[in-house]
Nanobody, 126 residues
């Protein structure tokens, strides 16, 4: 059974940085493309970034490109989201997701992913 567990969320101030982790168990993540999404209160879940199985291809939503960086360590079965220059509008529950694929393409859609974590809360105060 594949499980995804996010960690690293918390309460930070505007301008701070934070690194989220997504630990995967039950299967090697080297067979997965991975993605990060977030959902703010009363808003739809939105795509942040995806990374292919090897880490060689990454994709971002334009509004977060440059501030957020997705990476992975297949040896540790973990995917990361480094967030910098955080803003109050970044406050949301951040979730990671996985889809079995060796394709280099981007994975933008929520419905494209097979496995999801429960999410970790990130709150940015002004």
């Amino acid at each position: 059974q594949v499980q995804l567990v996010e960690s690293g969320g918390g309460l930070v101030q505007a301008g701070d940085s934070l690194r989220l982790s997504c630990a995967v168990s039950g299967r090697s993540i080297s067979s997965f493309a991975m993605g990060w999404f977030r959902q703010a209160p009363e808003k739809e879940r939105e795509f942040i970034a995806s990374i292919n199985w090897s880490g060689g291809d990454t994709y971002y939503t334009n509004s977060m490109k440059g501030r957020f960086t997705i990476s992975r360590d297949n040896a540790k079965n973990t995917v990361y989201l480094q967030m910098t220059s955080l803003k109050p509008e970044d406050t949301a529950v951040y979730s990671c997701a996985a889809v079995p694929s060796k394709s280099p393409r981007a994975w933008y859609g929520i419905d494209e992913y097979t496995y999801w974590g429960q999410g970790t809360q990130v709150t940015v105060s002004s």
